[in-house]
């Protein structure tokens, strides 16, 4: 199956040679990301020198991939722009209206789970009541107190993904004016490995204080929130399932979320996911490498999130089985609204019913083409089976 454009591969093809020695370029590259960052927002990357120093070795890490394209260098360039922007933006903010920082974050609910374990679907139902907001993706991308002057510049990079990348509109549901992940804010995570798997890059995120990214994202809220209704919010990561400890000591009053699917079935999912969108990146794709990498990732990331809730109060954390969202759905989200103290009526019902109705059917994947099976996945994952396999 093509997975990108004929164009993009064209221009893989006959450009990509020019990206060769990029490694040497990466701190050039990074000054002047470093530069149209300052003069987008006006504003100094003085006092930021870690969060730039994160971004080289994300640069790095790209530089070193295997038959990296020039699609893939150039678009891991702007993004370590945009997300510098985004972060002077959030700075400058803070500090020409003080009374930001005031804006209180009461009692997020944060939906996470294993990646495709439902969580977009359900994140997007619970933004729907009056009384709870989610981040739009333009406006994860793009914080500022008016955000719609940002809007087209997601648009566009949107637009773009659909072109180049025409079956990822099968496998992920990404507009800019609908809810999306926290992974466009937090700078670093397993959202990255979805589109590349830059060598030495998972060790180096998985040691990685995420404290600060936290905060930052805490900081990003409060300009969203900020002369708007204070509403509930409604945020959402497969990524945090990582990182639980630092999430909780951001917001200690969070209502978690946790979705749990057949990890065979959602890692295989992953995996198809991570091989369509690297294909614009890389043109050597080994399907086997994505599901070693992920598999790790998944055992890594379960055994982390069972340590943090060991530590937490019970109420903290909800579990929601996979088929809650799926074929129990209408009786189940009900209840769980009422849980969460969120209303359910005739507009909740309705977008249900159409999320259930535009379910996307046309994804298909297979385990065994990543060089796994059902057998190593549940052995790998044996700690996990024996705590939630009731919910699987």
Not at 142 to 158: C, K, P, Q, S, Y
Not at 271 to 298: K, Q, V, Y
Request: proline share 6%; hydrophobic share 40%.
């Amino acid at each position: 199956m093509e997975r990108v454009s004929p164009w993009v591969r064209a221009v893989n093809t006959v450009l990509t040679p020019a990206i060769a020695g990029r490694r040497k370029k990466i701190d050039r590259l990074l000054d002047r990301a470093v530069r149209e960052a300052e003069h987008r927002t006006g504003s100094t990357a003085h006092g930021e020198e870690r969060f730039v120093d994160d971004m080289r070795v994300l640069l790095a890490g790209y530089a070193d991939i295997q038959g990296l394209t020039l699609t893939g260098w150039v678009a891991v360039q702007q993004e370590v722009t945009d997300r510098l922007e985004n972060r002077l933006r959030t700075r400058k903010l803070h500090a020409l209206n003080p009374e930001i920082a005031d804006e209180p974050i009461s009692r997020p609910i944060v939906v996470t789970g294993a990646p495709r374990s439902g969580t977009t679907m359900l994140q997007r139902l619970l933004a729907v009541p009056d009384t709870h907001r989610s981040p739009l993706m333009h406006e994860l991308m793009h914080a500022d107190l008016d955000t719609a002057v940002h809007l087209r510049r997601a648009e566009r990079a949107t637009d773009f993904l659909g072109k180049a990348i025409p079956t990822f509109g099968a496998v992920y549901d990404m507009h800019p004016q609908k809810p999306d992940a926290d992974v466009w804010v937090l700078p670093h995570g397993i959202g990255h490995l979805v589109r590349a798997q830059p060598p030495g890059y998972v060790q180096w995120m998985l040691e990685r204080d995420y404290t600060p990214d936290y905060r930052y994202l805490k900081q990003t809220l409060q300009v969203l929130q900020h002369g708007r209704p204070r509403r509930r919010w409604v945020l959402r990561a497969p990524a945090h399932l990582w990182n639980l400890g630092a999430l909780t000591k951001t917001f200690p009053d969070a209502q978690i979320l946790w979705t749990h699917r057949d990890p065979a079935a959602a890692l295989a999912s992953l995996c198809s996911m991570t091989e369509t969108a690297t294909a614009m990146n890389t043109g050597e794709i080994d399907p086997h490498e994505i599901g070693r990498t992920w598999l790790g990732l998944f055992a890594t990331g379960f055994d982390r999130a069972r340590a943090a809730r060991a530590r937490m109060p019970a109420y903290a954390v909800v579990d929601v089985p996979y088929r809650d969202l799926t074929d129990r759905a209408r009786e189940r989200m009900p209840q769980l609204f009422d849980h969460l103290g969120a209303p359910w009526g005739r507009t909740e019902a309705d977008a249900l019913d159409a999320t259930l109705a535009n379910r996307p059917t046309t994804h298909r994947y297979d385990l065994t083409r990543y060089g796994l099976s059902e057998g190593e996945v549940d052995g790998a994952l044996a700690d996990y089976r024996r705590a939630f396999g009731a919910l699987l």
